[in-house]
């Protein structure tokens, strides 16, 4: 056999293995998981049932039975991108309000914000279903340069990328009445990408998010429910592991 027909042989089985990886990743992104699917419970959580259906266009997913505070009104429909609104905080004061999705632009938008406020404030509320993680990190990291505590309300929710905004704060205090919840994240590869090609972005931004943890003096090791979690589901976490990876400095009701 000549060197010639041999390179033909190898380049033809790198073709074929590299149609068998992009049939397979098409299957397990985009095809329909009849056998394997599972029904997850809904509503609020306990320790030891703390998965539940991950949606993020739901403006009241049903973690919690908490109405949001008096004073507080929030839209019906999740809006498109995320509105910053000055809103009362019994024992705060006043706090701003992150409520929506994070976007691509969020960040440039809430420095804008924080910007054009006369004094920087003194807590950050959050009611978000998550999304862009490196937009959360860059927002994040503006709120710790401000200052600001952070705080999830009662009747709030803070899943997916959010609980890197909540990190932030120097101070954090979730109410019992609230929900924090991650799952795994897509950071920047392209959903049409085969998965042997996007591991070394995806190592890369799972890396990024650790020493961001770490910055922001959270415990690491709170990556371990994101990373166990499928995206169309949502770990919440419970008190006892919101205290033990610092994500929470405070419990309130």
């Keep these: 056999m000549t060197i010639g027909r041999s390179l033909k042989f190898v380049l033809l089985g790198q073709a074929v ?6 049939v397979a990743d098409i299957d397990a992104r985009w095809l329909p998981r009849f056998a394997g699917e599972r029904t997850l419970p809904t509503g609020p959580v306990s320790p030891g049932d703390q998965v539940r259906p991950y ?10 039975d908490r109405p949001a505070p008096p004073g507080i009104d929030l839209p019906a429909d999740m809006p498109a991108r995320m509105q910053f609104e000055t809103v009362p905080v019994a024992g705060i004061g006043d706090a701003l309000l992150l409520n929506g999705p994070v976007t691509p632009g969020d960040a440039d938008r809430l420095a804008a914000h924080l910007a054009s406020l006369a004094a920087p404030p003194e807590a950050i509320a959050l ?13 994040g990291r503006q709120i710790r340069q401000a200052g600001a505590d952070t ?47 996007a591991v070394e972005g995806i190592q890369h931004g799972q890396g990024l998010t650790m020493e961001y943890l770490i910055e922001m003096g959270v415990d690491p090791a709170l990556m371990r ?29």
Excluded: K, W
């Design 17 to 22: 293995l590299a149609v068998l990886l992009v």
């Design 55 to 64: 949606d993020p266009a739901r403006t009241a997913p049903g973690f919690t």
């Design 127 to 139: 009611n978000s279903p998550g999304g862009v993680v490196a937009e959360a990190l860059a927002m």
């Design 151 to 197: 705080v999830m309300l009662p009747g709030m929710f803070c899943l997916s990328s959010c609980p890197y905004i909540l990190a932030a704060g120097d101070a954090r205090r979730v109410s019992r009445g609230a929900a924090v919840g991650m799952h795994q994240h897509y950071y920047d590869a392209p959903g049409f990408m085969p998965v042997f090609l």
């Design 225 to 253: 429910h994101s990373l166990n979690t499928p995206p169309e589901e949502i770990y919440l976490l419970v008190e006892e592991e919101l205290r033990e990876t610092r994500l929470a400095t405070e419990m309130t009701d």
